[in-house]
């Protein structure tokens, strides 16, 4: 048996963590989780800690769930995977079926890959290929949102837009064309003005470009890396309507909001929005198994259908694991928990308690300046100055300073800048997210305002 120091010490010299300066990490302690209980993360030494933000987004239903174990159980006593090149398999014509008739009315086609970046390449290349087929060999150009986040692969990074993670990779990337993201908060006026200001620019884009435009591309309602920035109601009815007026393709990426995280299945389903391109992926699996989706339209669809391969139609896409049976069988059991739950609907009265509470306990604190969010998704964001709205310095490291203690009073969770995010798996209960928000009570004034 290995000891839990030897692991700890074998974490910090052998493994590169994601998003993470080595440096400093090897500076404390790691956290190794072990096992999980419902919306619980237990580490090697028997610690707790609520998953406040769902295991980076994508937990659903909590940890170690009976039905899910199963689910996957049954599947891997049948088969692990199996290639979707030239093969079927039963769990993912299940799920593609099953996609089909939960997302918005048109998303007919589905298109696997394995998480929410290659979803998001899927949509971009597919977009794309579409106009090089329909014969509009100009519209090779994107418009996205200023902040955007769209994964890490190279072309997710072309369409993001935040700075500290995508710039240095600026020579690498394609060109696009950036319409501001609309942030009330930030805004100097009105939520209707901050609408009209960001849909204002898409126009003058689409007028001066639109023939080159192959898509605009964009996070529904919730900019969540951006710092959960929450759009104005009706901007994305707004961009519909623009696409739809230049004619060039809308591609939702619902990777953070999709499955229930904003209190509808789908983001998009607030303003009836119908996308021609939607990439899906977190709370697919409910949170267990890496797997993405790329749904697309009849329209989409059928211009890549072309009597034989030498036709040159064919979407040239693919990866090993695509279709996985693993990932699509434990994706149908947690389909199967929704409707059993009757989630989202049923979740009302949970999100608007947790809106009041978040309200209660941290509106009042002096260097709070902004809850905001929609649904399980929220940024709290702490500035230096609350009337001013004056941002902290970077150097102050406030996000992370205050996360760092909250994680020590038991409750995990992980920062924007200087947004503090709640995003717990829908399965919280009403005493764990008491617990949880008076923990980031706690914290905000332990470490900024005793
Ligand atoms: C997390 C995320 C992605 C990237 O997904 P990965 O699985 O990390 O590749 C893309 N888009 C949005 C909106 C996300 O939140």
Redesign the pocket.
């Known amino acids: 048996m290995i000891s839990k120091e030897t692991l700890k010490e074998w974490d910090k010299r052998y493994v590169w963590h994601p998003f993470t300066q080595m440096a400093e990490y090897v500076k404390y302690e790691p956290i190794v989780i072990e096992r999980g209980e419902g919306c619980w993360l237990i580490d090697i030494d028997g610690k707790k800690y609520l998953d406040a933000v769902g295991s980076?987004?994508c937990n659903v239903h909590g940890h170690n769930v009976k039905e899910l174990n199963d689910a996957l159980c049954e599947q891997v006593n049948r088969i692990a995977h199996s290639t979707l090149l030239g093969l079927a398999n039963v769990p993912s014509i299940l799920l593609a079926k099953r996609l089909v008739e939960i997302t918005p009315k048109g998303l007919n086609h589905v298109f696997y890959s394995d998480?929410?970046?290659?979803?998001?390449e899927v949509a971009l290349k597919m977009a794309y290929q579409y106009w090089q087929l329909k014969g509009e060999k100009r519209r090779t150009k994107f418009i996205k949102l200023e902040e955007a986040?769209?994964?890490?692969?190279i072309g997710?990074v072309s369409i993001g837009g935040i700075d500290l993670f995508h710039s240095m990779f600026r020579e690498l990337m394609f060109e696009t064309f950036k319409v501001p993201a609309p942030h009330p908060y930030r805004f100097n006026g009105t939520v209707e003005e901050c609408k009209e200001y960001s849909l204002n620019r898409l126009k003058e884009i689409l007028e001066e470009h639109g023939e080159e435009v192959a898509a605009v591309v964009m996070?529904p309602l919730v900019q969540?890396?951006a710092g959960m920035i929450v759009h104005p109601e009706g901007f994305l009815k707004g961009v519909r309507e623009l696409c739809d007026e230049f004619g060039v393709l809308l591609i939702l990426?619902e990777?953070?909001?999709g499955f229930g995280k904003t209190g509808k299945m789908f983001a998009c389903e607030w303003e009836g929005v119908v996308p021609d391109i939607m990439?899906i992926?977190?709370g697919l699996t409910a949170g267990y198994m890496?797997l993405?989706a790329t749904l697309s339209t009849d329209e989409v669809y059928s211009a890549f259908w072309g009597g034989d391969y030498g036709s040159g139609k064919t979407f040239f896409h693919g990866h090993t694991f695509t279709g996985n049976q693993l990932g699509c069988s434990v994706a149908l059991k947690n389909l199967e928990l929704f409707e059993e739950k009757d989630w989202p609907e049923s979740l009302r009265n949970k999100i608007d308690y947790l809106h009041k509470k978040l309200y209660e306990e941290l509106s009042e604190l002096k260097h709070v300046g902004d809850i905001r969010g929609r649904g399980f998704m929220v940024g709290i964001e702490l500035v230096k100055n609350k009337e001013t709205k004056e941002s902290f310095s970077w150097k102050d490291d406030v996000g992370r300073r205050v996360s760092r203690r909250i994680v020590e009073k038991g409750v995990f969770t992980r920062p924007l800048g200087p947004v503090l995010v709640v995003m717990p798996p829908l399965a919280i209960s009403k005493e764990e997210i008491d617990f949880m928000i008076r923990t980031y009570r706690d914290a905000i004034f332990e470490e900024l305002e005793r």
């Open positions: 980076i987004w998480d929410g970046s290659t979803a998001m986040y769209h994964g890490d692969t997710s996070e969540a890396a990426d990777v953070a909001t990439a992926s977190k890496p993405a």
